[in-house]
């Protein structure tokens, strides 16, 4: 069974510019998530995902983070414009369903902003 | 608000030791904990998961246990090897259904087995 994918695995940008990162959850799994994980901390949920739509996003800094879910599918998580602070590893993960499953997380990636 | 805490940060053991590792929670309303091991570069993967009727559970050579009441959870891996070089996370699932698959990370613990 193939894992989630992302990509790319490492960005390094300007602040002020804006980046865009990709991820594949494992197939037919309905639920995705977007983690941000900065060095030394444990994740922290963005948000959430139910098929293609929103189910949680409080945590997400709406003024300059955006994503989506085409399809049920694929996501794209989007940072624009980029702060310094913004610099951590962005994880996706998938499950099968919300209630008790465990979530399969994707190799995150690296972002780090100048 | 949820606080999840490991202590310590960071953890040296030699090869064969068993390992303690520590994680407690500040409400204890909580839907299940899971253990989660992160490796350099690398996702997390899910070790064990306790749910919050449970007590404890086991899988080869790593047991968690739970005392929801008091907050706190322990994993155990036994006979420790240099491949358990990792960092540990323990994560709590809310029972509350708004927040329904929002999972509540702790910092980690940095192992590294020496040969």
């Known amino acids: 069974e193939a894992g989630v994918a992302q990509s790319p695995r490492y960005k390094i940008i300007e602040k002020r510019q804006s980046v865009a990162f990709w991820c594949n959850p494992i197939s037919g799994h309905a639920t995705l998530y977007w983690y941000q994980q900065i060095l030394g901390q444990g994740p922290k949920l963005l948000i959430q995902f139910q098929n293609n739509g929103v189910v949680d996003d409080s945590q997400l800094p709406k003024d300059r983070f955006s994503a989506e879910r085409l399809k049920g599918v694929d996501s794209t998580l989007k940072i624009q414009p980029a702060k310094l602070e913004d610099s951590a590893v962005y994880l996706c993960?998938?499950?099968?369903?919300?209630?008790?499953?465990?979530?399969?997380f994707g190799p995150g990636t690296r972002l780090t902003v100048l | 608000k949820q606080e999840v805490t490991q202590i310590p940060a960071a953890l040296s053991v030699p090869e064969g030791e068993n390992l303690v590792l520590n994680c407690s929670f500040t409400d204890s309303a909580i839907y299940n904990l899971q253990w989660f091991r992160q490796d350099p570069g690398k996702g997390l993967t899910s070790l064990l998961l306790?749910?919050?009727?449970?007590r404890e559970q086991t899988s080869g050579r790593l047991n968690a246990s739970l005392d929801k009441s008091s907050g706190r959870s322990t994993l155990y891996i036994a006979a420790s090897q240099p491949g358990d070089s990792a960092t540990y996370l323990c994560?709590?699932?809310?029972?509350?259904?708004?927040?329904?698959?929002?999972?509540?990370f702790g910092a980690g613990t940095q192992v590294v087995v020496t040969p």
């Open positions: 994560a709590v699932r809310p029972t509350t259904t708004d927040s329904w698959g929002k999972l509540q």
């Open positions: 993960a998938s499950s099968l369903i919300v209630e008790q499953d465990t979530q399969y």
């Open positions: 306790i749910q919050s009727s449970q």
